[in-house]
């Protein structure tokens, strides 16, 4: 069935570049997601990718898209402490005719002074 | 702004009881979701509803059912709570190809 990888533990030091990597198996997925959990809070969408394109920039957000090695990655610049969370890659397919999305367990991002 | 609101943020329930999760979206959207979260597992999809009256199971349904009688409104029910269901309970819902939109969640015990 389909599957979504993330690596489970990134620390960075505040002010260096974050990037956190994904693969997934669906190779007809039409849009890929990043979203971030806070403790005890629900899940935010960060941003998103269709499945056409290489590369979406959004302020301090980078996602790179490589739809032949089904690679996903976000890059955070300038990383601060308030960047800490955990960071879900999260693929769409299509599930008895309807789209749904498939989680990867997270990766949780520790972000030091 | 999509806001998605789920009744409870905290539960403490009895095993054998029978538990009502709910959740309501104020953004006329079709699609209504409930996730489990658990650590070292993610988010599993238990089940989702793409109208009113209308669900489909997920990857876990079992132990589960729904209910969505008005289109805002998507309820989780717990038939007889157990107590590997002590998890976070998430909600989410969005309009077709639109990404969707969570709740803050709700953990729910079960003793």
């Known amino acids: 069935g389909e599957d979504v990888e993330q690596s489970l533990f990134l620390s960075v030091r505040e002010g260096d570049s974050s990037v956190i990597n994904c693969t997934y198996t669906d190779s007809s997925s039409t849009y890929l997601y990043w979203y971030k959990q806070e403790p005890g809070a629900g899940l935010q969408l960060l941003t998103y990718?269709?499945?056409?394109?290489d590369m979406k920039q959004d302020q301090r957000l980078t996602v790179l898209l490589n739809k032949k090695d089904k690679h996903l990655s976000l890059r955070i610049a300038d990383t601060q402490t308030g960047d800490s969370a955990i960071y879900f890659c999260a693929e769409s397919f299509m599930n008895s005719g309807y789209s749904t999305l498939t989680f990867g367990k997270g990766t949780m991002l520790l972000v030091s002074p | 702004d999509v806001k998605v609101t789920q009744s409870s943020r905290y539960l403490v329930k009895r095993t054998g009881e029978k538990v009502f999760l709910e959740c309501v979206q104020d953004m006329d959207h079709e699609n209504m979701f409930w996730y489990r979260q658990d650590p070292g597992l993610g988010l599993r999809l238990i089940y989702f509803?793409?109208?009113?009256?209308?669900?489909e199971k997920g990857d876990i349904p079992e132990g589960y059912s729904v209910s969505r009688e008005k289109k805002e409104r998507f309820s989780l029910i717990l038939e007889s709570a157990s107590t590997n269901q002590t998890s976070m309970y998430l909600c989410?819902?969005?309009?077709?190809?639109?990404?969707?939109?969570f709740g803050d969640g709700t953990r729910l015990s079960i003793l």
């Open positions: 509803s793409y109208d009113v009256k209308m669900k």
């Open positions: 989410a819902s969005n309009k077709s190809n639109q990404p969707q939109h």
């Open positions: 990718i269709f499945s056409n394109m």
